[in-house]
């Protein structure tokens, strides 16, 4: 069936990327098909539906986001402050560079698709879960239901951080990357684990 073929199909997500970088996040599915050559109707029946194109897109761009994140805060050897820095940097460079694409998935199709938004939800939620397995691993925080509780408050800082500054470009890039830089090393420092502890018991 010419809805499976992985070729066809990369095409046509190439096309939607084409049609949402130069019209924004409120590109049309009609504006999608003519780019592609072809019919809304056959651009759906590809992916089963508009639903399926988002989903299709969402995986294509937020797991390409994760995987460009991961080695910063995966590598052996480096300092928080730099895993950190790197990472952040990272998630900045390509939300900054994908304006659009990131506003079509993130505010455009997680609204209108209730289904979307539970998968982008996932996707990021992966990713939490991982940073605090890798928190935990490495007793950068000893205790691993911490370390899971930091590992989503990191990546939710983030990505709405990230969200509030591409409405705001007034605002230095440089301030933005440090002072999430800094909020994460020092939710990690063990002073502050050792102080919300003694704070708990009390």
């Given at each position: 069936m010419?809805?499976r073929d992985?070729?066809?199909r990369r095409?046509l997500l190439?096309a939607?990327?084409r049609?949402i970088?130069?019209?924004g ?10 780019e592609?050559g072809?019919?809304?109707p056959?651009?759906y029946?590809?992916f089963g539906?508009k639903s399926?194109?988002?989903?299709a897109?969402?995986d294509r761009?937020?797991?390409?986001v994760?995987g460009r994140?991961?080695?910063g805060?995966?590598?052996p050897?480096?300092?928080l402050?730099?895993?950190a820095r790197?990472?952040?940097a ?7 560079a994908?304006r659009?694409l990131?506003?079509f998935l993130?505010h455009r199709a ?10 982008m939800?996932s996707?990021v ?12 691993a ?12 930091l590992?989503?408050?990191f990546?939710g ?7 509030w500054?591409?409405d ?5 890039r440089?301030?933005v ?8 090393v020092?939710a990690?420092s ?5 102080a919300s502890?003694?704070?708990?018991r009390c």
């Amino acid at each position: 069936m010419s809805g499976r073929d992985p070729d066809r199909r990369r095409s046509l997500l190439d096309a939607a990327d084409r049609v949402i970088l130069r019209e924004g996040p409120e590109a049309s599915m009609a504006a999608i098909a003519r780019e592609a050559g072809i019919t809304k109707p056959i651009l759906y029946r590809h992916f089963g539906d508009k639903s399926g194109l988002y989903q299709a897109l969402a995986d294509r761009h937020v797991r390409t986001v994760i995987g460009r994140l991961r080695p910063g805060f995966t590598e052996p050897g480096a300092d928080l402050r730099g895993r950190a820095r790197a990472t952040v940097a990272a998630y900045l460079d390509l939300i900054s560079a994908n304006r659009n694409l990131y506003r079509f998935l993130f505010h455009r199709a997680s609204g209108e698709d209730t289904r979307i938004r539970s998968h982008m939800s996932s996707l990021v939620r992966s990713l939490g879960e991982e940073l605090g397995a890798v928190l935990a691993a490495e007793q950068a925080v000893a205790d691993p239901v911490r370390a899971q509780v930091l590992g989503h408050a990191f990546v939710g800082m983030v990505q709405s951080t990230g969200d509030w500054w591409l409405d705001h470009p007034e605002v230095d890039r440089a301030e933005v990357e440090q002072g999430l830089v800094d909020a994460i090393v020092a939710a990690v420092s063990p002073r502050n684990g050792r102080a919300s502890r003694a704070a708990g018991r009390c």
